[in-house]
């Protein structure tokens, strides 16, 4: 059974970064079927995909156009673990952020079937 | 403004069945059938229902079936029970630059 842990603080200072990891059992960051994504869901915005990584004899990662410019996610191979940071944080990243599995067994990795418990991270001074 | 488009609210008596639309374009749900829906309980993670249109995973139940007609796919839920009270999402991969497309999300009600 695949669980993500995730961690991280629930409160950062306007252009900070904000940091979250994703820690996995039950699988591989490392698998070559799997995907590691992080979305947010907010009452402005919704469910809002944000990225991933992945690995395909090398590694990978895919964000949306919307953060690309500020965002990193990270694999760990020793902590089996990914991680994300989300630079200069404005009161609009306010959202319940969630690290989540791309499918192996669907069609695409773009449906996610296992998430994280989800954080609450707040951007305010 | 979420991408795709669903009703803010159903609801339905034990037993009945309802059914949840989502509306998208040639551009995401008519053009791909990466099709999936979520059950969202309050302060929980999302839950994959339905994925690939049609598809369950395993250990959720017979009850939950989806389909997909031009633009518009459709979640239904057979002989509802209390317990499927909760907020469900439609999603699509899309081929816009977000990659992936959510609905705002239909609250059900079970009467």
């Known amino acids: 059974q695949v669980q993500l842990q995730q961690s991280g603080p629930g409160l950062v200072k306007p252009s900070q970064t904000l940091s979250l990891t994703c820690a996995i059992s039950g699988d591989s960051v490392s698998s070559s079927s799997a995907a590691w994504n992080w979305i947010r869901q907010s009452p402005s915005r919704g469910l809002e995909w944000l990225g991933r990584t992945y690995y395909r004899s090398k590694w990978y990662n895919d964000y949306a156009v919307s953060v690309k410019s500020r965002m990193t996610i990270n694999p760990d191979t020793s902590k089996n673990q990914f991680s994300l940071q989300l630079d200069s944080a404005t009161p609009e990243d306010t959202a319940v952020y969630y690290c989540a599995r791309g499918c192996t067994y669907c069609s695409t990795t773009y449906h996610f079937d296992y998430w994280g418990q989800g954080t609450l991270v707040t951007v305010s001074s | ?111």
């Open chain 2, 1 to 111: 403004q979420s991408a795709l488009t669903q009703p803010a609210s159903v609801s339905g008596s034990p037993g009945q069945s309802i059914t949840i639309s989502c509306i998208g374009t040639s551009s995401d749900v008519g053009g791909y059938n990466y099709i999936s829906w979520y059950q969202q309980h309050p302060g929980k993670a999302p839950k994959l229902m339905i994925y690939d249109v049609s598809y369950r995973p395993s250990g959720v139940s017979n009850r939950f079936s989806g389909s997909k007609s031009g633009n518009t796919a459709s979640l239904t839920i057979s002989g509802l029970q209390a317990e499927d009270e909760a907020d469900y999402y439609c999603s699509s991969y899309t081929i816009s630059s977000t990659r992936v497309a959510f609905g705002g999300g239909t609250k059900l009600t079970v009467l």
